[in-house]
């Protein structure tokens, strides 16, 4: 089983749609959590941190479930700049990347 | 926020050559440095992690003699590949942590093509 499995790509949805990607990873002792973004053969860089009461960021809402080992991130009123991959991101004693999900919003 | 600088960008040499990359905070000290490699459509891959002045750990597949990591000073850190072959080719991206928080900076990455 790989340590954090994500959803699989690509999505495509229209601008404004509301899309949701979810992860689940297999580590119990996983420490931290986040999402990152990648644009396309480019570093990736940190979206957001995931903590257990759930957490916002403007469109993006993020949460997680330990029992579960379950992580999500919701992007509501998608916009055509948000069209990148989505990595679900655990730490554990170093960072852990998910393969990540691919996301194309269209007009 | 946090500046990490990777050098070269891109670079394309022949099979059997060595490629140094280097990979360089720029605004704060790393006391720990990770090697990340990435193949098309793959997740990125932590190869190795470095503290300042302190031999590199390397993840279970991954050659220490032929990935040679330095991390001589708390703001730069090299990777040798040595004897590169076509299958070494790939995106590797640095990041680095300070000692007052986990968080980690990522550099842009280098590309590399073997040929």
């Known amino acids: 089983r790989k340590e954090v499995e994500q959803d699989p790509g690509p999505f495509n949805v229209p601008e404004g749609a509301t899309v949701a990607f979810n992860c689940t990873y297999s580590n119990s002792a996983s420490q931290s959590f986040f999402w990152y973004r990648q644009d396309c053969r480019k570093e990736p860089k940190l979206l957001m941190s995931?903590?257990?009461s759930g957490n916002e960021d403007g469109r993006f809402t993020a949460q997680l479930n330990r029992a579960s080992q379950y992580i999500s991130l919701l992007i509501r009123d998608s916009k055509l700049s948000d069209s990148a991959t989505y990595l679900c991101v655990v730490m554990v004693t170093a960072l852990i990347f998910g393969k990540g999900t691919t996301l194309s919003v269209s007009s | 926020g946090a500046v990490v600088s990777q050098h070269p960008s891109w670079v394309i040499c022949k099979s059997g050559t060595s490629v140094k990359i280097e990979c360089r905070s720029l605004d704060f000290q790393a006391t720990t440095m990770f090697w990340y490699r990435q193949f098309p459509k793959q997740s990125l891959m932590l190869m190795a992690t470095s503290n300042e002045g302190s031999k590199a750990t390397y993840e279970q597949g991954v050659e220490k003699d032929k990935f040679l990591i330095n991390h001589a000073s708390l703001t730069l850190s090299t990777l040798t590949v040595t004897s590169a072959h076509p299958e070494d080719s790939s995106f590797y991206i640095c990041?680095?942590?300070?000692?007052?928080?986990?968080?980690?900076?990522f550099g842009p990455g280098t590309r590399l093509t073997v040929t």
């Open positions: 990041s680095a942590r300070g000692s007052e928080t986990y968080e980690q900076y």
């Open positions: 995931v903590y257990s």
